[in-house]
Structures are given as structure tokens and as C-alpha cells.
């Protein structure tokens, strides 16, 4: 983390947490660290739960708090369980828009031009679920086939998650 951005620490609860329709372990930021990190402005952060690293989206809540949305990856990962009490060091991200792309991902827009402007084109966030979309993927064909079909509708101007219209 870097000594100019600002960083905060605090203690939260694991807790569940997370849209309705995808329920799953979160943390919650209180507002007056929301504050100490630049407010509304900071969308993304990175950082430790328990010492283990993070980089992750603060996503809004009403009351003005936002929290972070910790995947069951990452709770086996790092040894998190539902209500334990963490220890949160976080500092906005001081690159927002990166992605940590898949090798095979990485490989093929490097190979295929047409699909690497298509990528370009994408907000952050569709980027960042491509690369979950492959990394998710169990078998390296499995992994590979993912990687083909969203090479191809990137490559024709498609959705990468929707099947081309004949």
C-alpha cells in the first residue's frame, strides 16, 4: 500500500450478507472510514482481512456505509468463517481499472486484435467478469472453451456472455 493514499484500520464481522439474489459474506465499512478513503469517490480498495490480501469493490449501502463482498474462495483462502471478528487495513486502489487476466484470456487478445478492441471497449467491471467467468472454470477445456466463446463475440462486437444472433 502506498505511504501517500490515505489508509484505514478497523475491526468488523464477517457477516452474510450481499444482494438477494446472490447471497454470500460481507464486511461492512463504516461511513467514517468511507470518509478517510475519499468518500464516494473510492469505488475500489485493496488491502488485508487478517492479514490476508485483498482487492476489492466498496459497494453502497442506504445508510451511507458501503461494504465488501468476501467470496467463499476467499474465506477458505484466508480462514475466514462467518462472524469472526477481522481486522480490515484498507487504502483506495491506485488502480482501479486493472484486471488480473487469465493466461489463456491474456494469450488470445495478444493473438486476436479484433477481440483485444472489443475488450477495450468494456467498463472495469465486465472485464473483471470475464476473467472471473474463465477462472471459475474448473477443467483446463472447460477454462479454454469459456475463453473461445468470449473471444469470438468480442471479436464480432457481440455481448461476451450472450450467444451471436444467426
Known sequence: MSDSAPT????????P????FMPTQIVIVPQDVVASLGGSATRRVVGTLNGF??????LPLNSGERYLMVNKDTCKAAGLRL????????TPDPTPDAVD?????????????????????LTGGMKRAIAYHINTAKRPETRLNR???VLRQLATGGHPFRAPKD
Open 147 to 149: 475463453t473461445m466463446q
Open 17 to 20: 450478507g450481499g444482494p438477494s
Open 83 to 90: 462472524g469472526q471478528q477481522l481486522t480490515v487495513c484498507l
Open 101 to 121: 487476466l487469465p493466461t489463456e484470456l491474456a494469450e488470445g487478445l495478444a493473438e486476436w486484435p479484433e477481440a483485444a478492441a472489443g475488450f477495450q471497449r
Open 8 to 15: 484505514a484500520t478497523f475491526t468488523a464481522l464477517l457477516e
Open 53 to 58: 490480501p485483498i482487492r476489492l469493490g466498496l
